[in-house]
């Protein structure tokens, strides 16, 4: 007779205030860990992305980082995958979701950088605030809301193959002009647990 199953864990990293973000329903029912820098976000650990030292090694099913790895130095993305690997459980995964630049460039080649691609609750976002940052929060003082370092499918491929991930699939949310990386610390077993994944994230 088996036991109990063990409870699901999710390190939501960069989760800004709470309810602030819809996760995929995968996740209603693990235990999620919120993570952020920021304190009046209330998370359950403030952390930087790329040093997650009060979460034990291997203790995390997934990682869900979702428009935050943007905002930081080039150099820094290292680091915060690094982390994210470290914390994974050896079954375990990572999603990252950053705004597409290669989608958004020809806005820029068109001098349309500052015409509204579409109207979030935040208000309109231009091809400008997802190059450089949404500049309305950029404005009021938020200046951690800056974009300090951007991706195409190529440069956020060649980010996680310097750190030992088993599988990785690249997606591009046209509609919302981002990518989403799913990095697997195991690989798949056949393409119908690929594919099955991939649907739980709805990616």
Same mark, same amino acid.
């Given at each position: 007779?088996?036991?109990?199953? #063990? ?10 205030? #709470?309810?602030? !973000? %819809? ?5 209603? +029912? ?19 992305? %790329?040093? /997650? !030292?009060?979460?034990?090694?291997? @203790?995390?099913?997934? =990682? ?13 993305? %290292? /680091?915060? /995958? ?30 349309? @950088?500052?015409?509204? /691609? ?24 938020? %200046? !951690? ?6 991706? +195409?499918?190529? @440069? ?14 690249? #997606? ?11 990095? #697997? =610390? ?8 690929? !594919? ?8």
């Amino acid at each position: 007779m088996s036991g109990p199953q #063990r409870e699901r864990v999710l390190v939501n990293v960069g989760c800004g205030a #709470r309810n602030s !973000s %819809t996760l995929p329903t995968h996740f209603d +029912t693990w235990r999620q860990l919120r993570v952020d820098v920021d304190p009046t976000v209330e998370p359950d650990i403030i952390a930087d992305l %790329t040093d /997650l !030292s009060p979460i034990p090694d291997g @203790s995390a099913d997934a =990682v869900w980082a979702a428009h935050c790895v943007e905002h930081l130095y080039e150099h820094q993305v %290292t /680091l915060a /995958l690094a982390e994210f690997r470290r914390v994974l459980r050896e079954d375990g995964f990572v999603c990252v979701i950053v705004p597409d630049l290669q989608a958004v460039a020809q806005y820029f080649v068109a001098d349309q @950088s500052h015409e509204p /691609l579409y109207h979030s609750p935040a208000g309109p976002v231009t091809p400008h605030d997802i190059f450089f940052g949404f500049g309305a929060a950029i404005a009021h003082g938020r %200046t !951690s809301m800056a974009h300090r370092c951007g991706f +195409t499918p190529g @440069s956020l491929r060649r980010c996680f193959q310097k750190h030992p991930f088993g599988e990785l699939l690249i #997606r591009r949310r046209a509609a919302e002009f981002e990518l989403a990386a799913v990095a #697997r =610390v195991t690989p798949a077993h056949d393409e119908a647990e690929r !594919s099955a994944l991939m649907a739980a994230l709805e990616l």
